[in-house]
């Protein structure tokens, strides 16, 4: 594979205003702050149905990396489809593929970097294992578990808290950052900086 092939940085959530708070788009929020670093705004990619950015990150010139963000906008169950369509459109490996996302067993705002793994119940990455293996970098965020007796699927699609939110922008930025740790960095060296 030639050095200038991009990383896919896919960012899961579901589309729409009515999701754009939930827990289980904390992958949109970081993709967003992703292009915000790079000044660019989402075009639509019509045959992957996602929502994508093409830029760099890391130090202009040498050192900067080619990457695409993404956010799928089939819902979140079905996210597999469209990331493997831009993987396909643009030539990219699973290898130099990142998906980030919420997860349930991780204390709030605490990140966890990895290759590979099992999808631990979270819809998007079963279906995006399901097309591709399991062979790919998940940049996960910490949700915590539900309160109580409250059903996973409640919690994971409602707003973050009050009291989550005023750290939020902080733990998105910081997800940013590990995101482009990662690809500029490779993965021990990032978690050795992240892995909280």
């Keep these: 594979m030639s050095a200038t092939t991009p990383w896919l940085i896919a960012g899961l959530g579901n589309p729409g205003p009515d999701y754009a708070g939930n827990r289980h788009n904390v992958g949109f929020m970081v993709a967003d702050l992703l292009a915000g670093r790079m000044d660019a705004k989402f075009k ?27 956010k799928p906008m089939s ?8 990331v493997k369509a831009l993987l396909d459109f643009y030539g990219i490996r699973t290898d130099r593929l990142l998906v980030v996302h919420d997860e ?8 966890r970097l990895k290759l590979g793994g099992g999808d631990n119940g979270h819809n998007g990455l079963k279906s995006i294992t399901k097309v591709l293996g399991r ?11 539900p309160p109580g007796r409250m059903q996973v699927a409640d919690y994971v699609l409602k707003d973050f808290s009050a009291a989550e939110r005023k750290e939020l922008a902080y733990f998105v930025d910081r997800t ?3 995101c482009e740790a990662l690809i500029t960095e490779g993965l021990e060296r990032a978690q050795s900086t992240y892995n909280s």
Excluded: Q
């Design 135 to 145: 062979d790919y970098y998940r940049v996960r965020f910490g949700v915590g578990r």
């Design 44 to 70: 639509s990619h019509k045959g992957a149905r996602a929502h994508v950015v093409e830029g760099r990150i890391g130090i202009p010139g040498t050192t900067s990396t080619r990457v695409v963000l993404a």
């Design 176 to 178: 940013a950052d590990a």
């Design 75 to 82: 819902y979140m169950n079905v996210s597999g489809g469209p």
């Design 104 to 111: 349930l067993d991780i204390d709030y705002g605490t990140l």
